[in-house]
């Protein structure tokens, strides 16, 4: 399928990883998934809000029972973490809410893997009044965002975007819907810009930790009580330019 053509469920579906994939390859692949949540729609919220996705962060952890080697026990939706024992998979595209924000999931009970992207930065759309808006972190609720617009408090002056950069926010404006009024709608706004798209940025996922555990096939298990290392793995993927409506 030509790549203008496809569809973030399309792209999703066809998102394979070979038993013995490296960290680097997995990278190489969701940097092929980024331009997809990135430019290729938004998350309509009962067609009076749009949420675009500024920053995806992507999150893959293989079961036990996997042939795939790769870990990232900070994912929520796994075996063995809230739940003794083993927990359903994801049907491919689910809005997974949890403490940090909302995923959208691909697993894969076929390969025993988890998968999710979560909504790390975002925008919102009010489809009604034609506005975007911000967390206003005073008022502790959305609203209008305009040019020039300042944050100011006696700890801050400084010049407000028109995305908001906390991703557990998204929780709280989601929270107010109901879940089926909640879904992906296609939308290739990225050839809209009159200049083509910038290039999207990569970088490390934001609050990710890993430490050293003594079983050497698994450095990233996190262990309480031990020193904090940052996750070094670039599978964070950012736009810059902003929503062309």
Not at 60 to 80: G, L
Not at 81 to 87: A, D, H, N, T
Not at 186 to 206: C, V, Y
Request: charged share 35%; with cysteine.
């Amino acid at each position: 399928m030509d790549s203008k053509n496809m569809t973030l469920k399309d792209a999703l579906e066809q998102f394979e990883v070979k038993d013995n994939v490296t960290e680097l390859e997995l990278e190489a692949e969701f940097r092929k998934l980024a331009p997809s949540f990135l430019y290729g729609g938004y998350i309509d919220v009962d067609g009076k809000y749009r949420i675009y996705i500024r920053t995806v962060e992507f999150y893959f952890h293989a079961e036990e029972d996997s042939t795939i080697t790769i870990k990232d026990p900070i994912v929520y939706h796994r075996n063995n973490r809230y739940v003794e024992g083993k927990v359903p998979y994801f049907p491919l595209m689910s809005f997974h809410a949890h403490l940090s924000g909302f995923d959208i999931t691909f697993e894969s009970e076929k390969k025993k893997y988890r998968a999710s992207a979560l909504i790390r930065v975002f925008e919102v759309y009010d489809e009604v009044n034609k506005r975007f808006l911000i967390y206003n972190k005073e008022k502790a609720k959305f609203v209008e965002w305009h040019k020039g617009m300042k944050y100011e408090n006696k700890y801050k002056h400084e010049k407000i975007e028109q995305f908001t950069h906390q991703s557990t926010y998204i929780y709280d404006f989601l929270n107010g819907f109901c879940t089926n009024s909640i879904k992906w709608k296609n939308d290739r706004w990225e050839d809209r810009l009159p200049a083509g798209r910038k290039e999207i940025l990569s970088n490390t996922r934001k609050n990710v930790y890993c430490t050293h555990s003594k079983d050497e096939n698994n450095e990233y298990l996190i262990i309480k009580g031990k020193e904090k290392k940052s996750d070094e793995r670039k599978w964070s993927f950012r736009r810059e330019d902003d929503v062309i409506l």
